[in-house]
């Protein structure tokens, strides 16, 4: 039987929570087209790729001090790298969704993308802030 450590299992809850809040975003956003939800959702994605990092690095440290094994490695790492790729699938159908234009949408999207993490979009930096507070916390 394969176990996580305590801190390991603590770490996968909040960046499941974080992925499951994107997906409902996304459906949101879906259902509505309202602009604000993009805004949640990439602010969220910017929490969830940095969460994703740091959380490699964790549990190499916690590989180093003999707390995890090899034999969950693989499986954390993989874990949170398909919640990251979730998280940046979200990102991109939202964007695409609200910056679509006939014939243009490949830099609409990127102008629009840029905008956003460039703090041009009201909102964004609120829901960034209100996000590092609700899963970099762990």
Known sequence: KLSFSEEARRELDNISAASREI???????????????????EALEEIIDSREARLKERHINRLREGVCSTDTAFIFINLISLFEKIADNCSNLGVCLLAYKPGTLQANRHTFSKKIHSGDIEGYASQLEQYKGRYLTV
């Open 23 to 41: 997906v409902s975003l996304t459906v949101q956003l879906l259902e509505t087209r309202d602009r604000k939800y993009v805004v949640s959702i």
